[in-house]
């Protein structure tokens, strides 16, 4: 009966929690019928402990109202793979996948079979029992996509049935997950000399999937537009044949999509889903490096696609040859068709990139300003859309146009290298390096002009740049009291209100200590 | 049974830490505005820095309190000094919530096994539409990542630096913070307190709340020869 206890108790906490939190906390946890024991698997400790803090009291609870007989014990504890019991099998497995449609629990689920006394059970209302005819969408073991698997045992890969994007219950949300983004077009990709090549490729694949350009492989530094290219290819395909199966994904996603698949002992549907696509989109193809099995199952993925004419696009952040703990099998294979470099957009590229997003947004950047911008942020694309988004949002918090000094206003953070951590001794050496005298005399007695009033300096900037007390800036100050540290910075904020040079000396001095 | 999302927990929101008593300069406005209208938010990532003691810690709180009484987000406050014990995984099935809160981003960052992990769950976020509100003491450019992809998406939305109160703002700060407490502080006392003691906010306000505590067990008024007394102060 504790199946039927535990369905139970899920269904109440689905009912009593908002959905996020009994999505984060609850679902993820994996339940084994033992003996009279009801073992609770949590991912990792910091759910482990969430678990036990927030939630394990009102398990307790459920627990021992809905128990007949005996009330069962209950061990929270964290589900390593290798705790999994070894001779679980496929149907078993796959019984420990999400639900997505949660269904209402039926009071009278007759327990496990005394043969399969470690069954496992998704925390998830409606995970039944196996030896119902229950479908279930596997969702975490294939990530871009949900499998639906009738009946037991395992149906045939025949019969598996992928569901189209777009199909998911959360729909609340903005999802990319595993799907093309249709906001990345060859249309709004903006061409330079520096990405030109790369297009072009990308608009010859699009036309010609499985031609001579097969593997296309693109490479590059970081936001510079791969991922674009790679998704416009995508849309163009399924564009030109809706039917077709265009897969993309992270390459992290399908290292964690084959680790669920290996812990649930459905690597073979893995490779059939993975085998079977027309075409396959996958990012980051570096973050393979050091994964041996990860390797293994992608090269056997790529002979699949390739042997049979389909298309294989990857994007790296590096040629494929310098990918350092890549299998040469791989680096050679990733090299047998076109390789093309994105290279960092030149000037009027990065303009023409901003005043595009900014028409996308439905605001106006003129060509002067978008120059502007374009000269102050080199480095990639995504910093250039952050900057932009920042200059948007401060327009509209002022209430004004996009104006060169509004822009400079806006990015002050963003240009800002970094909040130093200022300590007394480097200013004392920085004032003293600056006024050319000795570090010594900077806790000196000698209170001759030339030598006081950049130590006067000094001492303000240290209350100004750093939290230290009064007393404590005095101490570091040769022992001096509190009083002469006030007395310091009340001279110099009056000096420089009086004279340009104390002033511009401590703006200087400022700007050098704090970027 | 009524849940309360984060209370119990050792790094859980504390109730003090609201937009209401959120002490900010006008320097601060238009970001304190963002935060208030967080749900609007369309970007992935939203990165504040500033320097220790100018307030994120409070104002992360605030927006997941905020979002709890309005029922608009599903948020999740994440210290990463503290939650660093349970090791990179830590992510892993976070993408349910609507925002996750992550302070002190800056302590795992030139960690690599970190980097992935939160490089993953960044692409996860994106994919199931949950906002990441990341803060650090330096800026984006100001970190040394180890993974440039991390780097790149963490200049992806907006970046804003929270300013520091300023000496006046500090003192109103602290006169604030006694008037809550209904404790007595004159000026006089209040000008000692700033002169002696760091200038950190935080640590000028834990000031404020141990005196008040000194002041009723020891049933004497805040005087200065008090205060240096039980401070330690010479």
Sequence with gaps: MIVATWQKCIYCLKQELPSQQFNTWIRPLRFINGNNTLYLLAPNKFILEWVKDHFLGRIEEIITENSQGETPIIILEIAAAEKLPADISLDQALSTADLTNVLEPEVDQPDQPDNRPHAEYSATPGALNNNQTTKLNVTDSFNNSLVSVTGRPAAPASSHKIQSPGTSPNSRKQRYKGELNPNYTFNNFIEGKSNQIARAASAQVADNPGGAYNPLFIYGGVGLGKTHLMHAIGNHLREQNPGANVVYLHSQTFVGSMVSALQLNAINEFKRYYHSVDALLIDDIQFFAKKERSQEEFFHTFNAIFESGRQIIMTCDKYHSEINGLEERLKSRFGWGLSVAVEPPELETRAAILINKANHEHVYLANEEAMFMAQKLRSNVRELEGALKKVIAHSRFMGSDISIPLIKEALKDLLAIQNKLISVDNIQRTVAEYYKIKMADMVSKRRNRSIARPRQIAMCLSKELTNHSLPEIGNLYGGRDHTTVLHACRTINDLRQSSTDINEDYQNLLRSLSS | ?234
Aim: net charge negative; charged share 25%; proline share 3%.
């Design chain 2, 1 to 234: 049974m009524n849940f309360s999302p984060q209370l119990p927990f050792d790094f859980s929101v504390s109730e003090n830490f609201t937009f209401t008593n959120f002490l900010t300069s006008g320097k601060n406005a238009e970001l304190v505005s963002l935060l208030e209208e967080f749900e609007s938010y369309q970007e992935v990532v939203a990165f504040i820095w500033g320097k220790k003691g100018a307030g994120k810690s409070h104002l992360l709180q605030a927006i997941c309190h905020a979002n709890e009484e309005k029922e608009s987000l599903q948020a999740l406050y994440l210290p990463m000094q503290k939650i660093r014990v349970f090791g990179p995984e830590v992510f892993k099935s976070l993408h349910h919530m609507d925002l996750i809160c992550l302070d002190d981003f800056d302590c795992i960052v030139g960690e690599q096994d970190w980097e992935e992990s939160l490089f993953e769950f960044f692409n996860r976020c994106r994919e199931e539409g949950v906002k990441l509100l990341v803060s650090s003491e330096n800026s984006p450019r100001g970190l040394n990542f180890e993974l440039q992809d991390l780097a790149s998406r963490m200049s992806w939305g907006v970046i804003y630096q929270l300013h520091e109160l300023n000496d006046d703002e500090k003192l109103a700060a602290l006169h604030r913070r006694a008037e809550e407490r209904h404790l007595p502080l004159s000026a006089e006392v209040m000008q000692y307190i700033y002169t002696r003691h760091s200038r950190d906010l935080q640590s000028l306000l834990e000031v404020v709340d141990k005196l008040d505590q000194l002041s009723l067990s020891e049933k004497r008024r805040l005087t200065i020869p008090f205060v240096r007394k039980v401070m330690g102060w010479q």
